[in-house]
Nanobody, 117 residues
Framework: QVQLVESGGGLVQPGGSLRLSCAAS????????MGWYRQAPGKQRESVAT???????TYADSVKGRFTISRDNAKNTVYLQMNSLKPEDTAVYYC???????????WGKGTLVTVSS
């Protein structure tokens, strides 16, 4: 099993920045891809950014150029740097990890990001 704990959410004004962190523990050696998803009120959960074990990132079109995903394997942590935040970025952000060999998915409990003036 893998446990994921997010931190770094909060209230920020439009145009501001936040950095989310996700610390992984447990059977971390099974983890391949990691990523961030978000779910806004009344909407489905959507992928924001993912990063492979080879540090290859992908981004949703809505966050390209504003968000950066990174990974520190020594600390078993994945980050999401969010810049130029917009009110439509308001959501609960969830950390995700995939273990391909066991076809397993793991989720954190989420951290709330609110972008409002």
């Amino acid at each position: 099993q893998v446990q994921l704990v997010e931190s770094g959410g909060g209230l920020v004004q439009p145009g501001g920045s936040l950095r989310l962190s996700c610390a992984a523990s447990g059977n971390i050696f099974s983890i391949n891809d990691m990523g961030w998803y978000r779910q806004a009120p009344g909407k489905q959960r959507e992928s924001v950014a993912t990063i492979t074990s080879d540090d290859a990132p992908t981004y949703a079109d809505s966050v390209k150029g504003r968000f950066t995903i990174s990974r520190d394997n020594a600390k078993n942590t994945v980050y999401l740097q969010m810049n130029s935040l917009k009110p439509e970025d308001t959501a609960v952000y969830y950390c995700h990890a995939a273990a391909i060999a066991t076809f397993s998915d793991f989720w954190g409990k989420g951290t709330l990001v609110t972008v409002s003036s």
